[in-house]
């Protein structure tokens, strides 16, 4: 006996989406991952590059770089979904104590 195929009792991949945010002295990179069931898969990435360096950036290049790097990375996300995690990258001088 086939049963219909009825929405409720199909089995729903589970997945989360992920931003990865590393910042280098010449770019800023944005990589969008999927992870499904414990497989991961990139579904977006972007470089970005600054005028200069990331050191003589100021405040509004850094955010137009990272703005940029990752709004393209993320239009390969379905629509109404967003990343829900982000990993970020920096320079060890921009951390304290591993913060």
């Known amino acids: 006996m086939n049963l219909p195929k009825l929405p409720f009792l199909e089995k729903k991949e589970k997945s989360e989406y992920f931003l990865s945010l590393v910042l280098r002295d010449e770019k ?3 990589v969008v991952f999927k992870e499904v069931n414990g ?9 970005q590059l ?33 990343s829900q995690k982000t990993i970020f990258g920096l320079k060890e001088s921009w951390t304290h104590e591993g913060k």
Do not use: M, Q, W, Y
């Not at 497989?39 to 470089?47: A, L």
């Not at 990331?54 to 770089?65: R, Y």
């Open 28 to 30: 800023a990179s944005a």
């Open 39 to 47: 497989r991961i898969n990139v579904v977006g990435e972007h470089n």
């Open 50 to 82: 600054f005028r200069v360096s990331l050191e003589d950036a100021s405040e509004d290049e850094l955010l137009d770089v990272i703005d940029k790097a990752v709004s393209i990375a993320e239009k390969t996300l379905p629509e109404g979904v967003e």
